[in-house]
């Protein structure tokens, strides 16, 4: 019996077997069977007879794309309109019988476009050459699958199911599970999650099929058989797809907007040259080429030649494609880098903003070809708890998994981890130096430095305000000793804090004001104190940056006395030194005052918010905004002449539901619409909604809402919470996210449009 008699025998079996928990075990064992002999019939272990005549079609410019379909939908006619290559057509069948190359030049990138034979069903197991076709599909960037809209949606299905035969997975994502050989052992299989879809027999059972007996495997997600035994085969291919409608003037208008609605879909008509430049833009942003431009020392920027890249690509790649020498000896510490139409300069460690704000500008300009912005670093976007908790990843297997904790364990989840709130704000001084200003370091600060100053460039600290005296805010203090300890950085930091919080540091942390009292040899930070008033403007001292704290609730107090109270060191402006000896100096440190007399009402807990230089509003905890708070950005809720407030807003949501000490969605989204900025990012997030599923939500609130069908539950909630108002541009923020606000205003940032 050869190959495809099996494969045969095998599909006929499955389609007896009833489908259910009994049967579980058995089809795992079938699935494994069938994908194995696919393998060998589409990559046979031994060659017999002549060689015989297959697709060579040499890989050439910065990507590839290739064309698949049935035949007579249009493949050759696109590829003829879209590249100076003339493919032949005609109105019969299979015209084009081997692989037609035609090179897309857009924007400055050169896309090989590969018009395949036109497969027939039964393509997977040989027939009609389907073998060359699939192996050429194989090495592709972006598979255009071209269907006639004119046709029933099972020719979409039968060219899924031969790809998905031959290990082509569309818009798809490689399965989390880690596989490991070894020579000894046995076979030892961890999950992090809970299995529904497959168990641990049918694992074992498999892996023993491929006589793989010693092995480690770890699974971090509820996968399937199938996509079991596609890590355990390594050969699958998860390539991204675009679903072209080709022929849609010959159907009606609600037929062209349905099929037009669909993800991953685009819609044409080749004849008419209808939707053609749509069709290359979605290839281009597929693809998600960066464009890299080299330069001559002395000369400008040679903007007619880049170099095109994967998005994620490194300086090193930039390297390895001009010259694999030139890696070793690269030394130069500026890249151009263009987007769009826009051309910037950067040191060779900061990816660029997309887009710049404005077209390139003469090489004399420092650093950025475009002016200085203001570029604020989001920290740390999470609660006190931070996210992923240790509770969710160390969860039994029968309890109800976090999606959102668990999703932090892959690389595509990475934006699901969130530090305390915490940000950076970097701006060009009045003595022409960069300044960098840190808001808040708590208890996850040192961490979130070490990811994100090396790899923007960040370094010396030149002022830290302080929200609040939470340990989410202030803990990391101590951490600001690798700055100052023997002037390792600088000699102090500048720290601005509200009276409250001042106390509280000495109350908490008493050498960090008086070295006295700081145990051994006194390696503690060197710090500077500024003690800052409630809507009263000051300057970060030597910078020219204008910076207005104002208060705002942020929960109250559950006590019948108010909180101790210690009075602040006089002007206390200079960096703290170790006094003679106790007792310290008068004025230094004062008797702590407590007041004993009962409460009659709760406190509200004040939290500062800070207005940077016009710029930006910074409001990281917050659960209620005073009304006369309101008045500092002209918001008056009967006021109709609003003057314009800072372009960008950093507000506070915890969650869908209220807290006593935060916003929830439908709170944060009441106070955006009420401020009115341009763009409002939402950051302090706990770990009950994804990352994910605030793109969806806040996009709804921006007009883009999805198919309630491909909602979850979460997101499902949260739109129903969220009032009825007007658009606004709103997103959610994540670690390592960066901000941007040009010159005249303009904000931009690093991922969203």
Known sequence: MGIVEKIKEIEDEMARTQKNKATEYHL???????????????????????????????????????LIGFPSVGKSTLLSKCTHTQSESAAYEFTTLTAIPGVLEYQGARIQLLDLPGIVEGASQGRGRGRQVVST?????????????????EQRRLLEIELDAVGIRLNKRKPDVVFKRKTTGGITLNTTVKLTKTDEKTIRTILAGYKLHNCDVMIREDITTDEFIDVLIGTRKYIPCLYVYNK??????????????????????????????????????????????????????????????????????????????????????????????????LPLFIPCPEPPPTPWAPYEIPTYTTGDPYELVFLGTGTSS????????????????????????????????????????????????????????????????????????????????ITHAHADAMNGLDDLRGWTLRAAIQPYVDLY?????????????????????????????????????????FEIEGTGIKITPFSVHHGRFFSTVPPPEYFPT??????????????????????????????????????????????????SDVSHIPE?????????????????????????????????????????????????????????????????EYVTMTEAVGGKVRRKDRLTAVEKEGLERIPEGGTLWVRPAFDGLRVFVSEDGRPWDEEYQ
């Open 248 to 345: 849609v003037d010959a159907i009606s208008l609600e037929q062209m907007d349905k099929l037009a609605r669909e993800d991953h879909t685009v819609v044409i008509s080749c004849e008419l040259d209808l939707n053609l430049d749509y069709l290359i833009e979605r290839i281009w942003a597929e693809l998600s080429l960066v464009k890299v431009y080299t330069k001559k020392r002395g000369a400008q920027p040679d903007i007619d030649d880049p170099v095109c890249l994967r998005k994620g690509a490194t300086i090193e790649d930039v390297c390895n494609h001009i010259h694999r020498s030139l890696a070793s000896n690269f030394r130069y510490s500026l890249v151009w880098v263009r987007y769009n139409d826009c051309l910037w300069r």
């Open 137 to 153: 599909a194989k090495t592709a960037d972006v598979i255009l699958m071209m269907l006639d809209a004119t046709k029933s949606e």
């Open 628 to 692: 006369d708070v309101w008045a500092l950005f002209n918001r008056s809720v009967n006021d109709d002449k609003r003057t314009p407030v800072p372009p960008v807003f950093i507000l506070d949501c915890l969650r869908l539901l209220p807290h006593t000490s935060h916003l929830g969605i439908a709170e944060s989204i009441e106070i955006a619409r009420r401020m009115g900025a341009e763009r409002t990012y939402l950051t302090g997030f706990g770990h009950e909604v994804s990352h994910d």
């Open 386 to 465: 931070s996210v992923p908790h240790l509770d969710c990843l160390t969860a039994p297997p029968d309890a109800k998994p976090c999606r959102t904790c668990l999703s932090t364990l892959r690389p595509e989840g990475k934006k699901n981890i969130r530090r305390n709130t915490s940000a950076v704000l970097r701006v060009r001084g009045q003595d022409g130096e960069m300044k960098t200003i840190v808001i808040d370091v708590g208890k996850t600060f040192q961490a979130a430095a070490i990811e994100w100053f090396p790899k923007y460039g960040l370094r010396r600290i030149d002022a830290v305000l």
């Open 28 to 66: 795992g064992l079938l699935k494994a069977k069938l994908a194995k002999y696919r393998a060998q019939l589409l990559e046979p272990q031994t060659k017999s007879g002549g060689a015989g005549s297959g697709f060579d079609v040499q890989k050439s410019g910065d990507a590839r794309v290739a």
């Open 497 to 537: 804090v509200s009276r409250h919080t001042f106390s509280e540091v000495q109350r908490s942390f008493p050498y960090l004001v008086a070295k006295e009292f700081a145990s051994g040899g006194g390696d503690v930070p060197e710090f500077k104190w500024h003690i800052i008033e409630d809507r009263v403007s």
């Open 570 to 619: 006089p002007g206390s402006t200079a960096p703290s030194t170790a006094p003679p000896s106790p007792p310290a100096e008068p004025g230094t440190l004062r008797e702590l005052t407590v007041v004993t007399e009962p409460v009659k009402k709760v406190q509200p807990y004040l939290c500062l918010g800070f207005v940077i230089a016009d710029a930006i509003v910074y409001l």
